[in-house]
């Protein structure tokens, strides 16, 4: 079983599996994503095309085990990036509370907003944003994370934890990817 799904802009950019297993594949990636992003930024410093090598060169070991796709949002031209993870399996009948399902015991400052949504063909769920409870020395960082449900396969999306305004700024187009997403067999 297969997902697919559309990309809404060039900030969204697919990381492939090979890339996760072997390190030239790696760094020929993060070199197409260096030049993509220049391509967008052509006034970008060497330094923040340097950060973006290292984020890029990062983003493989920071898709979750057993995602079906990994994505790297990187809207540029600031220093931030996501990664998105998303798992695809067969239906599961999930008992309980559905947030507890998708964030398990993260620590979370306040209650998690949560939303229904409805992807054609896929299924029914929902979409949670969260505030993570604050580490000593650290940023605060969000989650935005949904859990689909349908005959066909039950799809995971999770966020990595990053500062609330990247996490922000990233979710109508997340949303977006979300709502295209297709099960293909």
Not at 24 to 31: C, L, M, N
Not at 54 to 77: D, H, K, N, Q, T
Not at 130 to 155: H, M
């Amino acid at each position: 079983m297969r997902l697919e799904l559309d990309a809404p802009n060039t900030a969204w950019l697919r990381v492939p599996a090979e890339a996760a297993t072997d390190g030239d594949e790696a760094a020929v990636w993060a070199d197409d994503v260096v030049a993509g992003f220049l391509g967008r930024h052509p006034d970008t410093t060497a330094e923040r095309l340097d950060a973006v090598r290292a984020l890029a060169a990062g983003a493989p070991s920071r898709i979750l085990p057993g995602a079906a796709v990994g994505l790297l949002y990187l809207p540029g031209p600031g220093a931030a990036a996501l990664v998105v993870s998303i798992g695809v399996t067969e239906p599961q009948q999930i008992a309980g509370s559905l947030v507890r399902a998708l964030l398990g015991d993260a620590e979370l400052e306040g209650r998690p907003a949560v939303d229904p949504i409805e992807v054609a063909g896929l299924g029914t769920g929902i979409a949670v944003r969260c505030r993570f409870a604050p580490q000593p020395g650290l940023r605060p960082a969000a989650g935005l994370a949904y859990l689909l449900q349908g005959d066909r396969a039950t799809v995971r999306v999770m966020v990595s934890p990053a500062p609330e305004e990247l996490v922000a700024h990233a979710a109508a187009s997340l949303d977006s990817i979300v709502r295209s997403l297709r099960v293909v067999d």
